[in-house]
């Protein structure tokens, strides 16, 4: 049983546990090392919100029983800490995280790094998001097996497999490597089925997450300007099929939602003052919603939620759903709902049917304004389209100011592994570049209509003439009324205790990088700079495969060295400029506060 601490006594709810028999094994391993890898993405979204690793404690909490001891690092926060975590527990098993394509390089290299700490014989299993749709991406001699989907159950099997047998030969769901050292697919093909389920006995079956093996990082969680969040999964998966993202097909096309039951006790035992939802469709379920919000009300659990919806789920196209809806979502604004993320997508219907997004302008527009009329903060996620010239850009702008988007979120274009937008973007030949790195919504894979200078500048134009802090080219407050709404809030969040004036000035420098041009700019001449180095040296290796130009190799070796070596200097060079205009963009915060109402701090 888990008492809520805000609820009166005789009030206590159960929370449903992994399954009993379960916990009645035995270990078969000592120690147990997860490790969070450090953030692929150059910028964007992760520049605002750094959150705890929930999928990889749920990970974690599913194999407690079957190690003495279970330990997660967070190399986001610590850097290399887990060397030293290794060398107090060595470890039997390792698992690592591989969530984003972006991801992709920095996993290689801590693979390998972690390869050569822990020697030839323990198993390194990698799994994620990203990495379950492409594998092939870590296929290599460091690595021993490679999850497909959420890693709760393959994990498990991995571990009581290796624990008993030193063998995963039979383990469902994975790939591995065999004594020849090619990989075996253990795996079905993707089916993509349409099975959603509310009040799932698989979800509410799910073990609890160690939060407790990241309290050490803690210090270094947050959400926008609010410290030490915590973050909480209801749903996977999603009911929706747009065509840029792989979510539906890393779920298979399921959407499974658990009982409010367990949201409600879960909610009430954190001590944080603000919330994430990390699922990609909350509130779907309205009924469960409508259960969620009534049990947080009658119990007084006091605080604020961020979650992701779609404005369709608040704007259906019913006039007898939408009043439903609504009359839901302004109970759980009434229970703490304090921000929404969006899936805008685009205020252009070819745009959102081009991304097969099945909701219409009009429902993003009348979603935003019934949302603000019942004090519910907008985080609106827009795609950048690489076709756009100077004029979209503007409309773009001018949109965000009429509808007083709060948090305007502005990503490229990026046709992700896993989506049909890649594949047909690989049918059409249109991606410039197969390299993970490069896909981080930072970088367009795709040819831009805009020289790539001037499209960098109008993105950094978007964040600086949008949202609460948007400003006038002479540096005025352009939307005094948003600006004066945010100064309250935080006023309000810092006397409520959900934040300090150190984390609004550590969100602030955050921000200013975000908006500055310069750096990125800076950022795109260092990163072509690397992508030329590669390509010099792959293509001198192509030629080195084939006899007949050993000689031209051993002839254009030294002008490849050359080049590398003035790489090196350059990038060198390009590195410290970049260094220099991040700590100017930061020095810069003053032109984030509002004329007249600071913000705290």
Not at 250 to 269: D, I, K
Not at 317 to 325: D, G, L
Request: aromatic fraction near 8%; charged fraction near 25%.
């Amino acid at each position: 049983m888990v008492t809520p601490k805000s609820a009166a006594a005789g009030s206590a709810l159960s929370l449903p546990v992994i399954q009993t028999r379960e916990l009645n094994e035995k270990p078969c391993v000592d120690n147990i090392l997860l490790i969070v890898p450090q953030n692929g993405y150059y910028t964007g979204f992760q520049g605002l919100v750094q959150t705890e690793p929930l999928g990889i404690e749920y990970v974690a909490g599913a194999v407690s029983h079957l190690a003495k001891n279970v330990q997660i690092h967070d190399d986001r926060v610590r850097p290399g800490g887990w060397r030293d975590k290794a060398a107090k527990h060595p470890p039997d098993i390792v698992g690592i995280g591989c969530q984003y394509t972006a991801d992709v390089p920095v996993v290689k290299r801590l693979v390998r790094e972690v390869r050569e700490l822990v020697g030839p014989d323990v198993p390194i299993i990698i799994g994620g998001h990203h990495i379950g749709l492409r594998p092939s991406d870590v296929y290599a001699p460091e690595v021993t097996a490679i999850v497909r989907g959420p890693g709760e159950i393959p994990f498990q099997n991995i571990v009581r497999a290796w624990g008993t047998k030193r063998s995963l030969a039979g383990v469902r769901d994975i790939w591995y490597r065999d004594a020849d050292g090619g990989y075996v697919a253990n795996v079905d093909p993707i089916k993509i089925s349409p099975h959603f389920q509310y009040k799932s006995a698989r979800m509410d079956e799910r073990p609890a997450p160690r939060r407790d093996l990241v309290e050490e990082f803690r210090d270094d969680y947050f959400f926008l300007f609010y410290p030490k969040v915590y973050s909480i999964e209801t749903a996977r998966g999603c009911r929706f099929r747009c065509s840029f993202c792989s979510v539906w097909n890393h779920h298979q096309g399921e959407y499974l939602v658990e009982s409010p039951n367990r949201t409600v006790a879960e909610v009430a035992s954190l001590p944080s003052g603000y919330v994430n939802f990390v699922d990609d469709l909350a509130f779907s379920d309205i009924e469960g919603a409508d259960e969620l919000a009534s049990e947080l009300l009658r119990l007084g659990v006091k605080k604020r939620y961020w979650a992701q919806i779609r404005a369709d789920n608040v704007w259906p196209k019913s006039a007898e759903k939408r009043k439903r809806h609504q009359a839901v979502f302004e109970k759980l604004a009434e229970a703490g709902l304090d921000m929404v993320l969006m899936g805008l997508e685009s205020f252009d219907p070819a745009e959102l049917k081009r991304v097969n997004k099945g909701s219409t302008v009009e429902q993003n527009v009348r979603a935003i304004e019934f949302l603000r009329s019942i004090g519910v903060k907008i985080w609106g996620a827009q795609i950048v389209f690489p076709e756009w010239d100077v004029a979209d850009f503007d409309k773009t702008i001018e949109v965000n100011r009429r509808l007083g988007i709060e948090v305007p979120q502005f990503t490229i274009l990026t046709p992700l592994p896993g989506t049909p937008d890649y594949e047909r973007a690989l049918e059409q030949g249109t991606l410039l570049t197969l390299e993970p790195g490069m896909y981080d919504f930072f970088h367009s894979v795709f040819k831009t209509k805009l020289p790539l200078p001037r499209f960098y500048t109008e993105i950094s134009r978007l964040y600086k003439e949008t949202g609460t802090w948007a400003v006038n080219a002479d540096g005025s407050v352009a939307h005094e009324e948003l600006a004066t709404r945010a100064a309250r809030s935080i006023f309000r969040d810092i006397k409520e205790g959900r934040t300090v004036p150190a984390a609004v000035r550590a969100f602030k420098d955050r921000f200013e990088v975000l908006r500055n041009e310069q750096v990125h700019l800076a950022r795109l001449a260092q990163t072509a700079l690397n992508q030329v180095g590669a390509q010099a040296l792959d293509q001198l290796n192509e030629l080195g495969a084939v006899k007949e130009l050993a000689a031209l190799k051993e002839q254009v070796g030294g002008k490849v060295a050359e080049i590398a070596a003035l790489k090196e200097q350059v990038g060198g060079r390009v590195a410290e400029k970049v260094d220099e205009l991040t700590s100017r963009a930061r020095r810069a915060g003053k032109a984030l506060q509002p004329d007249k109402r600071p913000i705290p701090g």
